[in-house]
């Protein structure tokens, strides 16, 4: 995992702690996971052509198939993973939370059923544990990519979790 530095300080006034946010730095050149559904694919490699100068800029990673379409199409250095099916979503679940994954663009159809649901929301779930950003859409990844900041070094905020099988309750932002 990449550095993680406490600095967000949070107080709970009804428990009368402070929790520390962990922040975990994503370097200018950003390592970003490419998924597409089988009907959504061309629209990626689409995006991702419009988006070339950019993206070559950056590490990119991808499921088997799609990987496979953007190294044929777009000529870029894409590492694959499985196809999605096999657990390519899931081994990139893992490289999120290990901290070597800082985007994910995943293109999805919303009105397919997918035979692997539960893997898509357990990538969708752990990306959201890990704060890292991630598109849906054309629309969604065009504002992503086209953020100052995506030109510098961001540090993305970790809340501070539990370990397994203990409780806590979202820590809340101290004014001022």
Not at 15 to 34: D, F, H, P, S
Not at 51 to 71: D, F, P, S, V
Not at 142 to 159: E, I, N
């Amino acid at each position: 995992m990449g550095p993680i530095h406490p600095i967000v300080r949070a107080v709970d006034p009804e428990e009368a702690r402070v929790e520390t946010y962990r922040r975990i730095r994503m370097g200018r050149e950003k390592r970003i996971a490419c998924i597409a559904h089988d009907n959504k694919k061309i629209e990626l490699v689409e995006w991702m052509r419009f988006n070339r100068g950019l993206l070559q800029e950056h590490c990119l990673y991808a499921t088997r198939t799609t990987g496979a379409l953007i190294a044929r199409e777009l000529g870029l250095p894409v590492t694959t993973f499985h196809s999605g099916q096999l657990g390519g979503d899931l081994e990139i679940g893992a490289r999120i939370a290990r901290g070597s994954i800082d985007f994910l663009i995943f293109f999805w159809d919303p009105l397919e059923p997918l035979p692997h649901d539960p893997d898509v929301r357990a990538l969708l779930r752990i990306a959201a544990v890990w704060n890292v950003p991630v598109a849906s859409n054309r629309a969604s990844a065009d504002f992503m990519v086209s953020s100052p900041l995506m030109r510098d070094a961001y540090d993305r905020l970790v809340p501070p979790y539990p370990e397994a099988g203990e409780t806590a309750r979202p820590p809340r932002i101290a004014a001022g």
